[in-house]
């Protein structure tokens, strides 16, 4: 699996969530009681950013129709979305946090 370092872990504070672009994809990485978490940063339900929603308990709130979605399996959890969010593997090494290549 090929790793790529994405950002410091001081680059986010519990309860935050950062959007980035990796390998051309889009995404969303969260920070949620000190451990960090990735998925696609796009909704399935319609066009909305996930990185602009609110992060709380592990469960990320689309800002647009606030749909949710738990952030370490992707799993939607209320309507009116229904698809499950793609996660992402992240690893921390000392301050690095580093994404599994979405490109594979
Ligand atoms: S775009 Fe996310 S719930 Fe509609």
Do not use: K
Request: hydrophobic content about 40%; overall charge negative.
């Amino acid at each position: 699996m090929n790793w790529i370092r994405i950002a410091s872990a001081g680059d986010l504070q519990d309860d935050e969530v950062l959007g980035l672009t990796v390998s051309g994809h889009r995404i969303a990485l969260y920070r949620s009681a000190g451990e960090f978490f990735a998925t696609d940063n796009r909704c399935t339900h319609a066009e909305a950013l996930m990185s602009e929603g609110f992060l709380e308990d592990g469960c990320i709130e689309c800002p647009l129709h606030q749909a949710r979605f738990d952030i370490r399996t992707g799993r939607a959890l209320c309507a009116p979305a229904t698809q499950d969010l793609r996660t992402h593997a992240v690893r921390r090494e000392g301050d690095d946090i580093y994404l599994a290549d979405p490109a594979g």
